[in-house]
């Protein structure tokens, strides 16, 4: 049985001293699942010292993941290989995983989500420019929430198979905003340039991320 400790370290938590060539990992959801009795807050794997990885290895991490998403908390790899970051392309896990380049990269975005999130929010504003008849390009600001706007914004782009979306002033989406995009994503080209880390986030998590582009 594979031995590790989950961390606790004030703001998410670390899976450290974790033995990858064990037989059975069972050990590490239980020491998960207690840790998030405790405390809800987001899960690290840092792979700077993991080589490789197998079908045993990713199985454990996509279980790590649901469970950390059943809880509507992200699981966090960091520090990924070349070798490994083509794995998870090829098998398009990069798609559901957050993934960071370093420790201090992860620990910066939970700094800037804290930032975003202490600033005073602003009413869902939208524009669109249309740069032929099958392509709209649309500017948003502010918080993307349900009501009015939300649903005048649908019916202005419904006619349009291609549409871009700039969420470089955007700062928050609910539910109802993630699940506009799901739709259209599904029946149309859906391109999405200047979504901060915690946007791009709920993509990951809503498992929309791989159906738009993202610019």
Known sequence: MAECTIKDNDGYFQIINF????DDFHDIFQKIEDALLVKKQDLLFSLATVGVLYSSHLAMLVRIHQLMHKNNLRFVISDISAEIKNLLQITQLDSIFSTYETVDDFKNSLKQIANEKSQPQTDFEWQITKTDKDVANVTCKGNMFAGEQLGKLQESVSDFYSIV?????????????????DRFASNHSISVAGANEELIEQFRQKLIYGKMKLL
């Not at 002033?169 to 995009?181: E, G, K, R, V």
């Open 19 to 22: 033995n990858l060539e064990a």
């Open 165 to 181: 979306f700039d969420f470089s002033n955007l700062q928050s989406m609910d539910s109802a905003s993630i699940a506009f995009l």
